[in-house]
């Protein structure tokens, strides 16, 4: 039998601490997703690990999240808002704290999941927090600043670690963003406050089972189909037992009085469309983000801490508009700003199909950044449309599995982007006369990066027929 707790609602919220609090922990978070993405050819030399065992690193931390954010929906009914803020931070701090002080490989990746169960708690909450502190009319300012957080933090990862390699070491990615941890958690201890209701529904272990397995085995099956091909028997295996796991999840859900996750979020149509589009948009981001820069070291020569500087105009304009185009959708809604986004995708990504040897920096940099544009303009704007359709109970669940989506996405975008890339990359090299030619494997590479960018063509091509059914959604407060 539930028990519901009433939070104290008499005393007025403190919007502003509460999302200072948030940005400033998710954007150190996030920074700490992709920061280590620079050294993982350091930490091969110094733990003596080949590149697909460096690999779990990052493999891990998304696995975790896989793992971890679809529990969060029950987690936050069973927990207040300044409970879980704390426990995140502490964990993020602790690992951050390991990882710092890493003398193995086994040691460090302990510390990336000890993060990302930080970084998993915290996303959700995120969200959750603030739906239920900002009316629906500034809902889209708010998420456009959380946008500018969540896109801006991993771009500019690359540049700033890069540039901490350079002139330190590794432990020192870790140590510079330990202070900005503590100063998040101080500052969450003094302004979070508790908004939500807390309904301690009972426990379904079955159900945790069924999502782990499901959402972890297909993360991590489409995660290291790029390592072990996707003839492997270990992939093919976990992507069939993830998917049959999250079928029988499913089920149960829809069957269960009171479910782990409310699968009822799907009747809403705005919801489930603006579902379908985030989850698109993230397939073309993660793609990209690992596609551009393997083209602009290999086919174009940079270093990669030059290769970093490429991508940061890109990110920092994405970061910036993201707050822009969450004022246009409180004035207009979201259609006028997902069609005309997905429309710059499809472009910017038909122009990243036809890159070649001798393309431009100043090119690709353009290309880049429109492509950040029209991102910006699809991702908060659906996200939001789609959670306002909810009515307030279904926010944890709504927040939940739109989280989960995102982790699922990247793993499956980054790896058919990249089988499909080696694949053309092979069938390049048999069509030369020279395949020893050193000058013929960026070429191959370039010729693999084109076709991986026709993929994220076709699947922004499908995001814009969706595009067409998103209309606004006006929800009574409650």
């Known amino acids: 039998?539930?028990?519901?707790?009433?939070?104290?609602?008499?005393?007025p919220i403190r919007t502003t601490p509460i999302l200072i609090s948030f940005l400033m922990a998710g954007f150190i978070g996030l920074f700490n997703e992709t920061a280590l993405n620079m050294a993982l050819g350091d930490l091969i030399q110094v733990f003596n690990v080949s590149s697909p065992t460096v690999q779990w690193l990052?493999?891990?931390?998304?696995?975790?999240?896989?793992?971890?954010?679809?529990?969060?929906?029950?987690?936050?009914?069973?927990?207040?808002?300044?409970?879980?803020?704390?426990?995140?931070?502490?964990?993020?701090?602790?690992?951050?704290?390991?990882?710092?002080?890493?003398?193995?490989?086994?040691?460090?990746?302990?510390a990336r999941v000890i993060q990302a169960i930080g970084t998993g708690l915290l996303l959700p909450l995120m969200f959750n927090t603030v739906l239920l502190i900002f009316p629906v009319h500034k809902r889209g300012a708010t998420m456009g600043l959380m946008g500018l957080v969540i896109m801006f933090a991993p771009a500019i990862?690359?540049?700033i670690?890069?540039?901490?390699?350079?002139?330190?070491n590794w432990h020192w990615i870790f140590w510079v963003c330990l202070p900005f941890f503590t100063l998040s958690l101080l500052s969450g201890i003094i302004y979070m406050q508790n908004v939500s209701t807390i309904t301690k529904p009972k426990i379904?272990?079955?159900?945790?089972i069924l999502s782990t397995l499901g959402f972890g085995g297909i993360v991590y099956g489409f995660s290291s189909a790029g390592e072990n091909g996707w003839g492997s028997t270990i992939v093919m295996s976990t992507i069939a037992v993830g998917l049959i796991a999250l079928a029988l999840f499913s089920l149960r859900q829809l069957k269960m009085n009171?479910?782990?996750?409310d699968l009822k979020i799907l009747k809403y149509p705005m919801f489930t469309l603006g579902l379908l589009a985030v989850f698109l948009t993230f397939m073309v981001i993660l793609s990209s983000m690992i596609l551009l820069p393997l083209y602009l070291q290999a086919g174009l020569g940079l270093a990669a801490f030059s290769a970093?500087?490429?991508?940061?105009?890109?990110?920092?304009?994405?970061?910036?508009m993201s707050p822009v185009t969450g004022r246009l959708f409180d004035k207009y809604g979201p259609r006028w700003l997902v069609l005309p986004g997905f429309i710059i995708m499809i472009v910017m990504l038909w122009l990243l199909s036809n890159v070649t040897t001798e393309t431009s920096i100043i090119r690709v940099i353009f290309m880049h950044s429109l492509l950040m544009l029209?991102?910006?303009?699809?991702?908060?704007?659906?996200?939001?449309?789609?959670?306002?359709?909810?009515?307030?109970?279904?926010?944890?669940?709504?927040?939940?599995?739109?989280?989960?989506?995102?982790?699922?996405?990247?793993?499956?975008?980054?790896?058919?982007?990249?089988?499909?890339?080696?694949a053309s990359q092979s069938t390049y090299m048999k069509s030369v006369t020279n395949p020893s030619d050193p000058s013929k494997v960026g070429a191959s590479l370039t010729a693999g990066v084109q076709d991986a960018f026709i993929f994220g063509l076709i699947i922004a091509i499908i995001g814009l027929m969706i595009s067409f059914f998103i209309k606004s959604t006006r929800v009574k407060e409650l």
Do not use: C
């Open 258 to 261: 009171k479910p782990m996750i």
């Open 308 to 320: 970093g500087l490429v991508l940061l105009p890109g990110g920092v304009f994405n970061g910036l």
């Open 161 to 168: 670690s890069g540039l901490i390699i350079e002139h330190l």
């Open 204 to 208: 379904d272990v079955l159900s945790i």
């Open 157 to 159: 990862g690359p540049t």
């Open 1 to 11: 039998m539930s028990t519901t707790v009433v939070q104290p609602q008499n005393l």
């Open 374 to 422: 029209g991102v910006s303009m699809v991702m908060m704007p659906a996200q939001t449309n789609g959670l306002n359709q909810l009515p307030k109970n279904l926010y944890p669940d709504g927040t939940a599995l739109m989280n989960t989506l995102q982790q699922v996405s990247g793993a499956i975008g980054t790896s058919v982007a990249i089988t499909i890339m080696s």
């Open 58 to 110: 990052t493999t891990g931390y998304l696995l975790t999240l896989g793992i971890l954010v679809p529990v969060s929906g029950l987690l936050m009914q069973w927990f207040n808002t300044r409970e879980l803020f704390i426990f995140s931070l502490v964990f993020s701090i602790i690992g951050t704290t390991i990882a710092a002080l890493a003398p193995s490989f086994s040691v460090l990746l302990l």
